[in-house]
């Protein structure tokens, strides 16, 4: 770093200050842009900075032009927008302001391509670690002002600030009054926490996380907490250009996209600004696997090269009981990679073998449970049922608000890439399989396999970088039109949910009801069942498995298609791409209107009920093991948007009744009754306690059958509680 | 090969209708229903445009502008709730994709301008066209097969950006798209009487230009010939311009003669000289190097000034001086400080002009909003003090270089000394114009929620302070309302009075709702209808039309303890007439 670039560099950072104070200054105190402004011009500082100390190619000057000018001219935009009267507009400005972010991004990463070379370099410039922290800590301003912490965060940010003031992990003084210090929303001790022999209340949670979050939470409160997450965040991603130079370091180009898709969308990209486990997992892990990649290559290592794969390997299960089930098969990696090192790596497996057994001993003398909060009988895999692994194991990349592709579609050239990877039997998929394998055994078949409330993708996210990696060999050749072509059209699509998820970072937090909130919000705008189109895991239904299907052969079969073609000249394969993501919508209205209705829901969204409630309640645990339903009062009605599949239908109505009273039901299409019901009669002899079974989310609810019965097409679906209140489950449609 | 170029790249703009037509079909709400059709006619004409200019864009292999405009706009029409947000959103991300486009297409990666003296047609035309849909999109509601609308969308945009083109052979692509800026910024949009100004300014060009095929050059004097026919003054002042820049072949001085002769011969129909004094001012205000020029070009920028204001004498549409304004431009400089402020103040012109005259604003003046947000009012007194500091700071320049021709004033002095004239010009207004745009401490009524007083319902109170004096003052409120059924009133009629309560029914201070000056008809957009300028528009449920409302601001004078805020329905209304709140905010 030459010395004028560094004094330009602080002559920027200081002008950035300034600048970032008069932005602040016109907005007012409620704005919600106030401390987005307050941030913005020391992340265009810094984004130079990062160009000016690199290695790079610089984008074409009319470009930068551009991308100033817009920027300038949105600045205004928000300091202006009453007085042009843009009003209910802030989600819009502030997706203009991420998408801005993301060209800039988009533009220097192309310029850093020359910083990796013909091939990977061993360490990775640190440009490449700086680039996202930028980003993450530039979104933090609004995503903090627009969500509370949420799920565990608070828990760990609790046991953080007892650490950091109290010196101690015991919260028994801390609920009371401590949450204050970083949420508006008081907090209880969760269910399971472990209490101590005095009377202590520890946390279910780990401390080695609040461990590391309390320096900087002691200066910055939760400021300072969640700079470190992002700094975490942005070392993971570094970490994945690491373990490409590992497995593939002759495609830097292809590792470099792989980059930015991890670093910069989701689900990375949702943890940058939140508190989970799940990155620093995933960190260690990648660490412990760069050292295990470069310990294959060593005859002799140095102790300080076996403390480097100790280190990250015995944290794991410190961190988090659960990543323990990484620690074995990492040991089982190192010793069928290495050249005879057995020795070595026994006093690596005696070492774990102690952590955990002084894991088990404290946990038992502390909690009085060797496994903190967890039973042994969880380890038994065969009291689970292969639809259980499925459910799971499938759920975690297709469900549509858990899963992976359908809340970042750009993963969706794993499939091919993994097929190329099984072609070429790579060792990365064989590592992977070992690493991953107990792990997503054990999580798969449990009930919240999703992590509870949470963002998508937890559990897995530990994994994340060997998925990135994984796509190298696909992204290598996307100059076939084929791959391009879908490349693009899934790019877009993560592209724009990836700004509705850090604009409205709460549509993140779905509950395990087989819905999602953009999906219920489409089905509430449209007044249709969009929902039946999307896949679910936890609410299994057609989608589910016509997705699962037709992307795991078309995908590949698709691209195999074309693989001597190779593009060329004016092909817009991004025109092609992003046109046919646009006829989605159209097509997806299409289906709508002609595909007939088989089941209502009647808990979903676009179920119109003017009164009523959910149920269960939301916050229930073990969500999955109810079927939703909706209670409506007596007097009340409902109506639910059908599309009809012929001319009469059978319709199975799955009702029970509350509180053992008369139920009188009118049912029609619209203003024409079908039929008037009696329900307590009808539902007399079934069980009464059907609203709640273990297991599968397919209960057994009493059921009334009607019908056949004449159909007027283009009606909703109306139930009229003339006496009684009930709740209504489903209906199921059979049409003629 | 471009045209399969554009083949492949209209599919976008197609998706994105159909797209935008099948979320639009399946709305309840005929308002929503009618403003998606508009958004979906809006967003498949820009993205056409956007897809032709690409596909004549050297270099450009994909235009990432062409789908994330698409693709964007297509996504804000299905996730936000109808109404002027959604609108705005939508305009504001045409309008970006159109000016990236523009700036793609003519510039190339240094910055630089693509062709110093030859603009595509292809490049022209689609460009004309994209901003003629943006700035005048009342031409996309129904009927859209009508002749006019046709004629409006089609083929003036056509005439209009081959003119540029015909006009970039001969004085450069600078100064062509210079002239159709400015041009397109005084109608607003593609006018006839616009397009015939630069139509005729082209003709000109061709008739004395050799290379030309002849045909071609005795289509362009036949059209001259026809111009008076099409109106005379008009007529007469375009063909004027047009042979101002056949050459040498018509000096100056005889033209001027020619317009002196006739502002003459229509002396008893001509504007008052105050108001043609404003107008012409306006029109100066477009091109201020017109006063600064160098020696190259002068006389072609005073005898557009000239001509602008033998125009704005004959008529009191701004757009009829568009010949003076494109001739002046066409004879500004192309390098130096001057040079460099006209095209970035014409740039901020278009683009702020286009903003506002775009949906759902649809300003009728968007040029006087534009200077009225930057804190500037389009008022004869303050437009004649800028005019006269600029025309004195060129006359100044002009005598220093006269008595040291070697002097060559500093860019940057040039424009500090423009700057601090703005400022200076400027200073309270935008004072105003900040402390309007901070956001209202609280919003008592939103569009989802409007408040309705007629006949039935004529109070309407809410309370603002649990305890009266116990939270900040309330400094300023602003009210946006319409009236409904209210023709037959005066303007300046009384229909209600905002009050701000203390305790009991004291009032501490009131301010009336008068129609045609804080708020108006909501179906003014309709030619039978006649109301003051509006605030916002949205497309009403018949699909034909905007309907408008209108915002009254008003500001406390002392700091006051008040426990409500009501709103009275004037006793002496006719019942039918019913008053609209859909907005109402407040400023601690």
Not at chain 1, 397 to 409: I, K, R
Request: net charge positive; with cysteine.
């Amino acid at each position: 770093m030459t010395s004028p670039h560094r004094v330009r560099t602080l002559v920027e950072a200081v002008a950035a200050m300034l600048t970032a104070w008069v932005l602040r200054g016109c907005l007012g105190v409620e704005d919600p842009f106030r401390d987005t402004f307050w941030i913005l011009p020391l992340v265009v500082a810094a984004l130079r900075a990062i160009e000016r100390h690199t290695e790079i190619r610089r984008a074409p000057q009319r470009n930068q032009w551009l991308a100033t000018l817009t920027l300038g001219g949105w600045i205004l935009l928000t300091i202006f927008r009453q007085r042009l009267g843009l009003v209910a507009t802030d989600w819009f400005l502030a997706a203009g302001f991420l998408l801005l972010l993301f060209q800039r991004v988009a533009t220097l990463l192309i310029g850093l391509r020359p910083s990796l070379g013909r091939e990977l370099p061993r360490r990775p410039p640190l440009a490449f670690f700086f680039l996202p922290l930028v980003v993450y800590l530039a979104i933090q301003p609004w995503s903090s002002a627009h969500r509370q912490p949420d799920g565990d965060e608070p828990y760990y940010l609790l046991v953080a600030h007892s650490l950091a003031y109290d010196l101690d992990v015991d919260l028994s003084n801390n609920y009371d009054a401590d949450w204050q210090h970083f949420m508006t929303r008081r907090i209880e001790p969760q269910p399971g926490d472990p209490v101590g022999t005095d009377g202590e209340i520890y946390s279910r949670h780990g401390f080695l996380l609040p461990l590391v979050l309390a320096p900087a939470y002691r200066l910055a409160g939760l400021k300072g907490a969640m700079w470190i997450m992002a700094a975490l965040t942005a070392a993971l991603a570094w970490m994945v250009l690491r373990l490409a130079y590992r497995y593939m370091p002759g495609s830097p180009s292809a590792a470099l996209l792989a980059y930015g898709i991890v670093g910069f969308s989701p689900p990375l990209l949702l943890y940058s600004y939140q508190i989970w486990v799940e990155v620093p997992a995933a960190l260690l892990l990648s660490l412990a696997l760069d050292r295990l990649l470069d310990l294959r290559q060593i005859d002799q290592p140095r102790p300080s090269q076996l403390a480097a794969l100790a280190g990250p390997t015995l944290l794991l299960p410190i961190l988090k009981m659960r990543f323990g089930l990484l620690v074995a098969p990492l040991l089982l990696l190192a010793v069928w990679r290495s050249r005879g090192r057995n020795l070595t790596l026994g006093w690596l497996g005696g070492a774990l073998a102690v952590l955990a057994a002084s894991l088990m001993a404290f946990n038992a003398l502390r909690f009085g449970n060797p496994l903190r909060i967890y039973s042994w009988s969880e380890l038994d895999l065969l009291q689970y049922s292969v639809m259980d692994f499925a459910r799971g194991g499938l759920g975690m990349f297709y469900d549509c608000a858990f899963g992976l592709f359908p809340n970042a579609p750009i993963w969706f050239l794993l499939l091919p890439a993994c097929g190329l990877l099984i072609r070429r039997r790579a060792p990365l998929l064989i590592d992977s399989l070992m690493i991953c394998g107990p792990y997503v055994l054990l999580i798969a078949p449990r009930i919240e396999w999703f992590g509870g409330w949470a963002p998508p993708f937890r559990y897995p996210l530990v994994f994340l970088p060997l998925l990135a990696v994984a796509l190298i060999p696909i992204l290598d050749q996307r100059w076939r039109p084929g791959v391009r072509t879908l490349a693009m059209a899934l790019a877009a699509l993560t592209l724009v949910l990836t700004v509705v998820w850090v604009v409205i970072p709460g549509w993140t937090y779905n509950f395990a009801d087989g819905r999602t909130h953009l999906l219920d919000q489409a089905g509430n705008r449209l007044g249709a069942d969009i929902a039946r189109f999307f896949p679910s895991t936890v609410r299994p239904r057609p989608a589910t498995w016509w997705w699962i299907a037709t992307s795991v052969l078309a995908i590949p079969v698709g691209m195999r298609l074309d693989a001597r073609r190779r593009l060329t000249g004016n092909q817009p394969a991004t025109t092609w791409g992003v046109a046919a993501l646009i006829l989605l919508l159209p097509t997806l209205m299409f289906a709508n209107r002609t595909l007939p209705t088989r089941v209502v829901h009647f808990e979903d969204a676009f179920v119109f009920r003017p009164r009523g409630i959910v149920y269960p309640p939301p916050w229930v645990l073990q969500r999955p093991t109810f079927t939703g339903a909706w209670t409506l009062p007596a007097g009340r009605w409902l109506a639910a948007p059908v599309t009809a599949g012929g001319e009469r239908v059978t319709i199975r109505l799955f009702a029970l009744p509350e509180a053992q009273q008369p139920v009188h039901l009118w049912i029609g299409a619209g203003e024409h009754q079908l039929a008037k019901l009696d329900l307590q009669t009808a539902v007399a002899e079934q069980p009464s306690n059907a609203k709640q079974q273990s297991g599968t989310a397919q209960q057994e609810w009493p059921s009334t059958t009607l019908g056949p019965i004449e159909w007027p097409s283009g009606e909703p679906l109306v139930i009229r509680t003339l006496e009684g209140s009930l709740s209504l489950d489903r209906a199921e449609l059979t049409w003629q | 090969m471009p045209l399969l170029s554009l083949f492949e790249r209209l599919v976008i703009p197609l998706a994105a209708w159909l797209a935008v037509a099948a979320y639009t079909g399946s709305q309840l709400d005929p308002a929503g229903r009618a403003e998606g059709s508009l958004l979906g006619v809006l967003i498949a004409s820009i993205v056409a445009a956007i897809a032709a200019i690409g596909s004549r864009t050297p270099g450009s292999r994909t235009s990432p502008e062409l789908a994330a405009t698409a693709l964007l706009a297509t996504a804000v029409v299905w996730i936000a709730y109808q109404g002027p947000s959604r609108g705005a959103v939508v305009s504001l991300i045409l309008g970006l994709g159109l000016g990236v486009s523009t700036v793609r297409a003519l510039f190339d990666n240094r910055g630089r301008w693509r062709v110093e003296d030859r603009l595509d047609p292809g490049i022209s035309v689609p460009l004309a066209f994209g901003y003629q849909c943006l700035m005048r999109c009342d031409l996309l509601l129904p009927p859209l097969l009508e002749a006019r609308t046709l004629v409006s969308l089609l083929v003036l945009p056509m005439l209009a950006g081959g003119s540029i083109s015909v006009l970039a052979s001969r004085f450069g692509t600078r100064r062509a798209v210079l002239a159709g800026g400015l041009v397109v910024v005084l109608a607003p949009g593609w006018t006839l009487t616009s397009t015939f100004a630069l139509t005729a300014l082209a003709a000109g060009t061709l008739v004395t230009d050799g290379a030309k095929p002849s045909a071609l050059r005795w289509i362009a004097i036949a059209g001259l010939v026809l111009l008076p026919l099409w109106n005379l003054p008009k007529g007469l002042l375009l063909l004027l311009a047009a042979l101002a820049v056949t050459g040498q072949a018509f000096a100056p001085m005889p033209l001027l003669t020619v317009a002196a002769a006739l502002v003459a011969i229509m002396s008893p129909q001509l504007q008052s000289p105050m108001v043609a004094l404003r107008t012409w001012a306006g029109a100066v205000l477009l091109v201020p190097a017109a006063i600064m020029a160098p020696a190259a070009g002068r006389w072609q920028m005073r005898l557009g000034a000239i001509l602008a204001l033998a125009a704005a004498l004959v008529s009191s549409y701004s757009e009829a001086m568009a010949a003076g304004v494109a001739l002046a431009a066409l004879g500004t400089p192309i390098r130096g400080a001057v040079a460099t402020l006209q095209r970035a103040w014409c740039a901020t012109l278009v683009i702020g002009t286009a903003l506002i005259s775009a949906y759902p604003w649809v300003r009728q003046e968007p040029r006087q909003d534009l200077l009225e947000l930057l804190g500037w009012h389009t008022e004869a007194i303050a437009l004649l003090v800028v005019v006269t500091a600029v025309v004195g700071l060129g006359l100044l320049l002009e005598l220093g270089r006269r008595f040291e021709p070697r002097w060559t004033p500093q860019p940057g002095v040039v424009a500090g000394l423009l700057l601090a004239i703005a400022l200076l010009l400027s200073q309270g207004n935008l004072r105003f114009t900040l402390r309007q745009g901070i956001a209202p401490t609280e919003v008592l009524v939103n569009s989802y929620g409007p408040i309705a007083l007629d006949a039935t319902t004529d109070t309407w109170q809410v309370t603002v302070s649990e305890s009266s004096g116990s939270e900040p003052p309330i400094v300023a409120l602003a009210v946006d309302s319409h009236l409904t059924r209210s023709g037959q009133l005066i303007p300046g009629s009384a229909v209600a009075t905002v009050e701000l309560l203390g305790d009991g029914d004291q009032v501490l201070a009131g301010w009336p709702l008068r129609t045609g000056q804080e708020t108006g008809e909501w179906s003014s957009a309709r030619d039978d209808v006649v109301a003051p300028p509006h605030w916002m528009t949205r497309v009403a449920s018949e699909g034909t039309f905007f309907a408008r409302s209108y915002r009254a601001h008003f500001e406390t004078t002392r700091p006051m303890p008040v426990s409500r805020l009501r709103i009275r329905r004037a006793e002496d209304l006719p019942p039918e007439t019913a008053l609209s709140i859909v907005r109402l905010e407040i400023r601690r």
